[in-house]
């Protein structure tokens, strides 16, 4: 297995140019801050453990981005995108991010409301009718708003399509509006509407079907030309590869009884894509970030920071363990340790699985995919334990901020 270490001064190839939020002077410090010899021990051991805990787990092909709001501080990757090949994990490497894609889904939501198209508060069967098939125990379906939806308090299921798609011949995800609309008279609230957390894909479904209609145009359409292309996230899509870019494309891998398999490089989510159809080089997730951190990495913001703010609100506790946080906000999740608040979202679809966290108030974020996970995620010895992998470069992760909070860095 090939591993690159990690290597500061990538930012000068990312950046465009310099964030307009704080500033140049302000975003050179930032680098300045965490490429200084008080952080280097703390870098180098947060590489190291990724070097050696993909190693151990045997997962086939992963990479990792440190990133400042300039630009990227230290990469590292390791074995392969593609092992049948030969084709090596690298800086063009596009990997499949799955529910990180509903952070993007949750951006244009935002941009809506903003716009003064819609209200969070707003019942979601105003825009999506069709969803007063469901049933609820617990009132009338205008108990659901968009703001349920996309803080997971909704009380719909957590699953896209439970019934079947386990066959080879299956679809990967329902491909048709009209199958899901099917399903929603099968289709109950599990508890009532805002009284706590549980994550629900079939949310993101449905918040997808808001944005089209609004838009009056597909919902990756209107992504494409609102936040990926601002960003200049060129690389960036939605489903099946464009032919030119076929030749960066990771294949993914499931571990079953210590056999590992390929799974192939491309797949369709279908009417599902709100939910986890983003596809993405690390370069590009690494403008995302940037953007997220205060800097205007493209041509223009998605979104106002004081809205990116009021989505990483917390809006319910989530009870979902260590690796997705503590609190839901409005599209993402926040992990609070000690005095350390942390934004992020994680991904896990097919043999895909990855994360990023920022810290926004010392202007840092890290992300990561790995293209290998095991067939089943449950029992003892579960190998690879991805879990393990995201816990660890989280914990060091948060310590690397600490560190500049102890040393009185940070840009705000």
């Known amino acids: 297995m090939r591993i690159s270490g990690s290597r500061a001064g990538e930012g000068g190839k990312e950046r465009e140019r310099a964030g307009t939020l704080p500033g140049l002077a302000t975003a050179l410090t930032v680098i300045a801050a965490f490429t200084a010899p008080a952080h280097a021990q703390t870098r180098r051991d947060l590489t190291s453990f990724f070097q050696q805990a993909v190693a151990e787990e045997g997962i086939v092909g992963a990479g990792m981005y440190l990133v400042t709001r300039d630009g990227v501080i230290d990469s590292a990757f390791a074995g392969f995108a593609d092992r049948e090949t030969g084709r090596q994990a690298n800086g063009a490497t596009i990997w499949h991010w799955a529910s990180i894609t509903k952070t993007f889904g949750a951006i244009a939501v935002m941009q809506y409301r903003d716009r003064?198209?819609?209200?969070?508060?707003?019942?979601?069967?105003?825009?999506?009718?069709?969803?007063?098939?469901?049933?609820?125990?617990?009132?009338?379906?205008?108990?659901?708003?968009?703001?349920?939806?996309?803080?997971?308090?909704?009380?719909?299921?957590?699953?896209?399509?439970?019934?079947?798609?386990n066959q080879p011949w299956h679809p990967f995800e329902p491909t048709e509006w009209a199958q899901v609309v099917a399903m929603l008279p099968y289709t109950r609230l599990e508890f009532p509407p805002g009284s706590k957390y549980q994550y629900s894909n079939p949310g993101y479904v449905f918040l997808g079907q808001v944005v089209s209609r609004l838009a009056g145009e597909d919902w990756e359409v209107y992504l494409q030309k609102n936040v990926l292309s601002p960003l200049g996230m060129t690389h960036a899509y939605f489903d099946i590869t464009p032919y030119h870019l076929l030749k960066d494309r990771s294949n993914n891998y499931s571990v079953k009884d210590g056999t590992t398999t390929a799974q192939g490089l491309d797949f369709d989510t279908g009417i599902t894509v709100s939910n986890g159809g983003l596809n993405a080089p690390l370069a590009d997730m690494a403008k995302y970030l940037r953007f997220l951190l205060g800097a205007t990495p493209g041509d223009a913001n998605p979104l106002p920071r004081t809205t990116l703010e009021e989505m990483w609100t917390v809006q319910a506790a989530s009870q979902a363990g260590e690796v997705l946080g503590t609190g839901v906000g409005l599209g993402y999740f926040i992990e609070q340790r000690g005095q350390v608040r942390l934004i992020g979202h994680t991904g896990s679809q097919a043999g895909f699985r990855s994360f990023f966290w920022i810290h926004p108030e010392s202007g840092l974020g890290i992300i990561?995919?790995?293209?290998?996970?095991?067939?089943?995620?449950?029992?003892?010895?579960?190998?690879?334990?991805?879990?393990?992998?995201?816990?660890?470069?989280?914990e060091r992760f948060a310590a690397l901020t600490q560190a500049d909070r102890r040393r009185g860095g940070g840009a705000e």
């Open 116 to 165: 003064g198209r819609l209200r969070l508060d707003d019942p979601i069967v105003q825009y999506v009718p069709e969803l007063e098939r469901a049933h609820n125990p617990y009132g009338p379906m205008r108990q659901v708003t968009v703001r349920h939806l996309l803080s997971h308090t909704s009380g719909f299921r957590s699953g896209t399509w439970p019934w079947g798609g």
């Open 368 to 394: 990561a995919n790995f293209n290998t996970a095991p067939a089943q995620e449950s029992g003892e010895n579960v190998r690879p334990n991805v879990r393990r992998v995201f816990q660890g470069l989280i």
